[in-house]
Each structure stands twice: as structure tokens, then as C-alpha cells.
């Protein structure tokens, strides 16, 4: 199996500066995807941030320009460096991995999600 830690996270106020941590650890035969998707309460799901293993990025339209996605494919961490932060930044953040334990046996795992709060 394969499990995600997150770090980080927090409560700041807004313009204010968090950075979350992710790292995967198990049965790691390769990696294909990681990122970062935010919960707001009442809202769905929806993608922050994602990065391939080849480096290309998918970044949503509300963080472009303030959020920063890097990864370390060597320690299998995935990073979000989230400046000039807003309320509506305000949510669960999910770190999400894609890949493979071995060939023919796929996995798509969640973290179990941080809180970001993001004051006025």
C-alpha cells in the first residue's frame, strides 16, 4: 500500500504566506502524478495544484501567480508554496498521488487532508 503524510498548513491572515508538505512512502514502483486539491465547507472537491512526473504543471485559475507547486521525485514529496493568501483560500487541503506498486497494479491515494485558515 501506499500512504501520504501531510504537513503544514494552519491559520494565517490574509496576504500572509503557509507552505504544505506531502510525502508518499510504501509499495512505490513509480509515481505519475502528484498534487493538491482544496475542500471548502459546502463546496466540492477541486484542484489546486497538480505536477506530472515528466514537470508539467496544472494549476487552478484562482492560484495562478500565488501558489507555487515542486516536487522532489528522489523523496517522492510533493510541496505548496502558498503566498498572498486569501479568505477564500480558506479549506481542507488533500494531497493525492497516481501511480504504480508494480506493474499492472495501479494505486490513487488521498491524504487524510490539512486545514488552511485564512483570516481578513
Known amino acids: 500500500q501506499v500512504q501520504l503524510v501531510e504537513s503544514g498548513g494552519g491559520l494565517v491572515q490574509a496576504g500572509g504566506s503557509l507552505r504544505l508538505s506531502c510525502a508518499a512512502s510504501?509499495?512505490?514502483?513509480?509515481?505519475?502524478?502528484m498534487g493538491w486539491y482544496r475542500q471548502a465547507p459546502g463546496k466540492q472537491r477541486e484542484l489546486v495544484a497538480v505536477?506530472?512526473?515528466?514537470?508539467?504543471?496544472n494549476y487552478a485559475n484562482s492560484v495562478k501567480g500565488r501558489f507555487t507547486i515542486s516536487r522532489d521525485n528522489a523523496k517522492n514529496t510533493v510541496n505548496l508554496q502558498m503566498n498572498s493568501l486569501k479568505p477564500e483560500d480558506t479549506a481542507v487541503y488533500y494531497c493525492?498521488?497516481?501511480?504504480?506498486?508494480?506493474?499492472?497494479?495501479?494505486?490513487?491515494?488521498w491524504g487524510q487532508g490539512t486545514q488552511v485558515t485564512v483570516s481578513p
Open positions: 510504501g509499495r512505490i514502483f513509480s509515481i505519475n502524478v
Open positions: 493525492h498521488t497516481e501511480g504504480f506498486s508494480a506493474v499492472e497494479d495501479p494505486y490513487d491515494v
Open positions: 505536477m506530472s512526473s515528466t514537470g508539467i504543471i
